[in-house]
């Protein structure tokens, strides 16, 4: 969603600030804008649209005039909330003095108060947005005697969520930034000071970052970060190292980061797996957890809550913890579970999964749970984000970051560590050795399946032709496979802007099944697991309506091939892991529907890589 960067040192700031906001493009965005320091003034552009347009106008104003070597300012990526796409509503906002720029993310939940109560005031404002509310409360509060001051006093007025980076006319070389719910990254330079919502913003320049925590506000210039709490009392944060590199964050010759990430999940899934098995205890190893064998006994419940991939991931994962620790387990979409009355206990642990950890239901229903008192833990890619840190433990996927819009390496690696957990559930509770160590077995083999189905690449490029001029698909799964179906649909929609639907195979029949026709293809996964043979009656139901039926089967498989148009044959996998070997072929079939429809994969329109608001 939104994007923050800042930028004060040495360089030019809007060089700087716009090359740092490219990398933050991938997020979704509508409009965008920058604010800069010069000569005791500001000065600022914004306007609808892309980065780039943004920089050309830079680049035609500001060529040769001051604001070109400015060393200190602030840039931002918006998606629309509150208000449309417009110049006036992008970021940076203004106080009413104008001298105050300021850009956020999140939203200021009271902000129509705040508004009324400073329109009282005479404040007049040019905006739809919460944002300028935000700007003209800062100023209105004293910023500009007293920047700390003012914003220690706005936090306390303020409700919802925050991310802000600030600049002031009469303190150049200054940035202060806040958190409340959204991240700010702090980057530590030599001799220069970078500010980002996102590491991928800012690896380029620095991989020593401070992640701010919630209710931190801090006073930056070229050579001093100084963070204090939201009670004006001086705090140390720790300086850490981001472990990937800038190359993690660029295309490497791919075509789109889509594509790259669907490369990279032999490697990603590698680095899930890395040092977290141990073959002769037949369990995993996940510290991360900080959970005793007696803890991990004493669960009666698992509940596993997240968001679209991340949801589907969570329902794979709820067969894992059924099917290998004997433990009831219930997948819960994050968005319904604090407006319904879950019914929880502490002897429930409820599992948020979420890429970003920034995703606004989800971790809406971490604090739910925490309020009834459940168990906690997270699964997280994006080390540092609120959701890994409300949730105090669990496990990192260290896939690497994830760029394209459509979750891809993130899905397989949140599946890998599910099923390591369950494992090491399982071990804890019923599951022998022997049966555990035959279950790593199968886990290890995973980076070399996958390379095998990415080897297919060229054959489910050409299956995609069938799929490429349909208005509507389906797609069926059974058991393990049925997540994989929902999650096959949900990439499919998301990038090649192609109406599909996942259901269960049985349920077609229950309904759905009226919609089929010759112009409605159906993607069924009949890998060879159990509920293969049942699958085999369904793929029969639609092709008796006249359905194309491109089947996604085990190599060596005849029978299917009789019945359906078309066959994708994957590798032969142990049915625990046979959701990571077909979501990657289904990954690669959205990837090559959408470019062969010309749709702009890695930025989807109207998605967001991090859903921030509810
Ligand atoms: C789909 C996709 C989304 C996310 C969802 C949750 O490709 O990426 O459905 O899975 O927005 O996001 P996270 O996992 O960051 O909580």
């Not at 994830?402 to 399982?426: P, R």
């Not at 359906?564 to 142990?574: K, V, Y």
């Not at 090559?592 to 608001?613: F, M, W, Y």
Request: aromatic share 4%; charged share 20%; proline share 5%.
């Amino acid at each position: 969603m939104c994007g923050i960067v800042g930028y004060t040192g040495p360089r030019a700031a809007p060089e700087t600030l716009i090359g740092n906001l490219r990398r933050l493009e991938y997020r979704g965005y509508d409009s965008a804008g920058i604010a800069v320091v010069v000569d005791g003034s500001l000065q600022s552009l914004k306007l609808p649209g892309k980065v780039q347009t943004l920089a050309d106008r830079v680049a035609v104003e500001w060529t040769g005039t001051p604001a070109e070597g400015s060393r200190c300012g602030i840039a931002h990526t918006r998606w629309a909330t509150h208000g449309p796409p417009t110049e006036a509503n992008a970021h940076p906002h203004f106080d009413a003095s104008g001298r105050l720029a300021l850009v956020h993310n999140g939203i200021i939940d009271n902000y129509a108060d705040l508004r009324r109560q400073l329109e009282a005031r005479g404040h007049v404002f040019r905006s739809d947005t919460d944002t300028e509310v935000l700007a003209h409360l800062l100023g209105s509060l004293g910023f500009a005697d007293d920047p700390i001051g003012a914003l220690c006093a706005a936090l306390r007025q303020v409700e919802g969520t925050l991310g802000i980076a600030i600049v002031h006319a009469d303190r150049p070389g200054r940035i202060w930034v806040a958190r409340r719910g959204s991240p700010i990254v702090i980057g530590v330079g030599e001799a220069e000071t970078l500010v980002a919502s996102d590491a991928a913003a800012i690896v380029a320049h620095t991989n020593r970052v401070i992640y701010l925590d919630d209710d931190d506000i801090a006073e930056l210039s070229a050579g001093s970060i100084e963070v204090r709490t939201a009670h004006n009392t001086p705090v140390s944060r720790t300086v850490s190292q981001v472990d990937w590199d800038v190359r993690a964050a660029e295309k490497g010759g791919f075509e789109h980061f889509m594509l790259k990430e669907i490369f990279e999940q032999p490697e990603s899934l590698e680095n899930s797996m890395r040092g977290r098995l141990d073959p002769a205890a037949g369990t995993a190893k996940l510290g991360g957890l900080a959970m005793t064998p007696r803890e991990i006994a004493d669960v009666r419940r698992v509940v596993l809550v997240a968001c679209g991939t991340s949801l589907h991931a969570g329902m794979v994962g709820r067969l894992y913890f059924e099917d290998l620790a004997d433990l009831p387990a219930a997948v819960e979409q994050a968005a319904e579970f604090r407006y319904r009355n879950p019914i929880l206990s502490p002897r429930d642990l409820v599992v948020a999964i979420s890429q970003s950890g920034e995703t606004a239901d989800t971790l809406a229903a971490v604090r739910e749970a925490r309020q009834k008192g459940a168990a906690l833990c997270g699964i997280c890619n994006v080390v540092g984000s609120t959701i890994a840190r409300e949730t105090g433990r669990g496990v990192y996927l260290h896939a690497g970051p994830e760029i394209g819009v459509a979750s891809t390496k993130a899905f397989t690696s949140q599946v890998a560590v599910l099923l390591m957990m369950a494992l090491k559930f399982g071990r804890c509770r019923r599951l022998s050795r022997e049966a555990g160590t035959e279950i790593i077995e199968q886990v290890h083999a995973l980076p070399g399946l996958v390379r095998r189905v990415l080897e297919l690449n060229e054959r489910v490029a050409r299956a995609a032709a069938s799929l490429a001029d349909a208005r509507d698909a389906f797609y069926i799964g059974r058991g393990l496979l049925y997540p994989v179906a929902l999650e096959g649909a949900l990439k499919l929609k998301e990038i090649s802007y192609l109406h599909a639907e996942g259901y269960h195979a049985a349920e077609l029949k229950h309904g759905p099944i009226a919609l089929l026709d010759p112009s409605v293809p159906v993607v069924a996964l009949a890998l060879d697991v159990p509920g293969r043979d049942k699958m085999i009656g369904n793929i029969q139901e639609c092709r008796a309506r006249g359905a194309p039926v491109i089947a996604v089967v085990t190599e060596g498989e005849t029978t299917i091939g009789g019945i359906a148009q078309e066959t994708i044959e994957l590798p032969r996998c142990a049915p625990l892991v046979s959701p990571v070997v077909a979501a990657v072929a289904m990954q690669l079939l959205a990837y090559h529907v959408a470019r062969l429809r010309g749709c702009e994969i890695d930025q989807p329109r109207n998605l967001a890589k991090s859903v921030t608001v509810e």
